[in-house]
């Protein structure tokens, strides 16, 4: 449905909805898009979860609007909806080494020396998604950016 894989959920006695775009990643404001329209969803109550090569591995940022930072999924949400200002939580994968190119590092696996912390980052970036939805942006800004 939506182009993608839709999930419901309760946290904190509220009825979430989880999307993964099956779109390529570039295109996934489609699945949003139609998602949002269908629900009637408001931006402030969407939450984009991407990656983010500009963060070291492990990092947590949430923020309330802005640019996609060339996060190109990020950036198609962004022009479908026609707005910068929706929530979204970015997490690290550090950047590429040197001769790797983007697409295949983004891709990739994680080499053995960074799977612990590959994998505790997936744990932190679930329990701040579901922070965001019980205490709010603000909080989880103040919580996770910082660490």
């Not at 699945?31 to 984009?48: G, M, N, Q």
């Not at 080499?111 to 965001?132: G, H, M, N, T, V």
Request: glycine share 10%; net charge neutral; proline share 5%.
């Amino acid at each position: 449905k939506f182009q993608g894989e839709l999930y419901e959920a309760n946290i904190a006695s509220q009825r979430v909805l989880l999307l993964l775009p099956l779109t390529y990643m570039n295109g996934s404001g489609a699945s949003v898009l139609a998602a949002r329209d269908f629900y009637k969803i408001e931006h402030s109550d969407i939450l984009v979860i991407c990656d983010d090569l500009a963060l070291p591995l492990g990092k947590l940022r949430f923020r309330a609007k802005g640019s996609s930072g060339g996060q190109k999924g990020l950036d198609d949400v962004i022009r479908r909806l026609g707005s910068d200002e929706i929530p979204r939580l970015r997490i690290g994968i550090g950047a590429p080494p040197a001769g790797r190119d983007v697409p295949g590092y983004v891709l990739g696996r994680f080499p053995p020396d960074e799977q612990a912390a590959a994998e505790e980052s997936i744990q932190r970036a679930a329990a701040s998604a579901e922070a965001w939805v019980e205490k709010g942006l603000s909080y989880c800004m103040n919580q996770y950016n910082a660490a």
